[in-house]
């Protein structure tokens, strides 16, 4: 399964939309892209996944590049409960085995 | 519709002592995965069932830890005898076999 990069933290006001990116370069055709998110001393919490296009649910937006390299997932309007670490994870889907890495900390302020 | 239950939310104990830990994951949930979380990193596959059968145990230190899900429902996970590095928080997840896992409150393990 391929790596992805985020970036270690990220910032957001509230009320203003979150955009956090990550960076799955050596994706193949058959892997989605996965998010979850992990509020403090919880379990995570799935948010989204996709495979080529755009994909937008109750929590989020998921926008994939063309070329499937990169994505964004995007929480339009963060509120102080969307303080957490979010996870983007790639993965093929055969043994629904989430490999995960370090995620993104994202804190919204007021 | 209920959640994914883990029990005990916190344990302490000694070195080379014994735990066990339990989850119910949701109804009608056949998958069922344990992780192990160590402070600051992402979630590590312990072991994932389906139904009461293993599907994957590659990261499972056999020596020391072992996990049950006798009939496909519960699920108790079990370290004897526990080391310092097995301090950790146990996170219990379930699913249907499709990409969403949902996941229980896990279990705290401290380790003295």
């Known amino acids: 399964d391929a790596k992805t990069t985020q970036p270690t933290s990220m910032d957001c006001a509230e009320g203003r939309a979150a955009n956090l990116p990550c960076n799955h370069s050596t994706i193949s055709g058959n892997e989605y892209v996965y998010w979850y998110r992990q509020i403090h001393s919880q379990g995570p919490q799935y948010i989204i996944h996709g495979l080529k296009n755009n994909e937008t649910n109750e929590m989020a937006s998921l926008i994939i590049t063309e070329d499937r390299k990169s994505s964004t997932l995007i929480l339009p309007h963060a509120t102080l409960r969307d303080t957490a670490v979010y996870y983007c994870i790639v993965n093929s889907g055969n043994n629904r085995k989430l490999i995960w890495g370090l995620g993104t900390s994202l804190a919204v302020n007021p | 519709e209920a959640g994914v239950a883990q029990s005990p939310r916190y344990k302490i104990i000694e070195k080379r002592q014994s735990v066990a830990f339990w989850c119910n994951p949701i109804?009608?949930?056949?998958?069922l995965y344990w992780y192990q979380q160590i402070l600051g990193q992402g979630p590590k596959l312990l072991i994932q069932f389906q139904n009461n059968g293993v599907v994957d145990d590659s990261q499972l230190p056999k020596d020391r830890f072992s996990a049950e899900r006798l009939k496909g429902v519960d699920s108790t996970l079990k370290i004897q005898p526990a080391k310092l590095e097995d301090s950790a928080v146990y996170l219990c997840a379930g699913g249907q076999g499709g990409y969403e896992q949902y996941f229980g409150p896990g279990t705290r393990l401290t380790v003295t």
């Open positions: 109804s009608g949930h056949a998958t």
